[in-house]
Nanobody, 126 residues
Framework: VQLQASGGGLVQAGGSLRLSCSAS????????MGWFRQAPGKEREFIAA????????YYADSVKGRFTISRDGVLNTEYLQMNSLKYEDTAVYYC????????????????????WGQGTLVTVSS
């Protein structure tokens, strides 16, 4: 499975961006997809995830109420709508996918994802 993230860019604080992550395979084979980000000098952190078939969503506390994750099964794409962006949201955003339907799954943990996209840079100016 190949993941292609896009939609990053430069935006002023308070603005919005929508990130997309397209999967090379049909997403009926996906168990979950997620978004992580890595700011300069920091470790990569969990942002949001969605269980593909059930639509169950998970969010980090830092983005609840501002970011919304969604998916489109026809386009094999997940989205991250980011509103009310803050300077501290500046980071490279990565999408990830889990194809395994068995075993434990913790949305916020990187080791539970099988595939990763290349990252897209989001820069928020203050």
């Amino acid at each position: 499975v190949q993941l292609q993230a896009s939609g990053g860019g430069l935006v002023q604080a308070g603005g919005s961006l929508r990130l997309s992550c397209s999967a090379s395979e049909r997403t009926f084979s996906m168990y979950a997809m997620g978004w992580f980000r890595q700011a300069p000098g920091k470790e990569r952190e969990f942002i949001a995830a969605i269980k593909w078939r059930l639509g169950v969503k998970y969010y980090a506390d830092s983005v609840k109420g501002r970011f919304t994750i969604s998916r489109d099964g026809v386009l094999n794409t997940e989205y991250l709508q980011m509103n009310s962006l803050k300077y501290e949201d500046t980071a490279v955003y990565y999408c990830a996918a889990r194809t395994q339907f068995y075993g434990d799954y913790v949305a916020s943990r990187e080791e539970f994802y099988d595939y990763w996209g290349q990252g897209t840079l989001v820069t928020v100016s203050s």
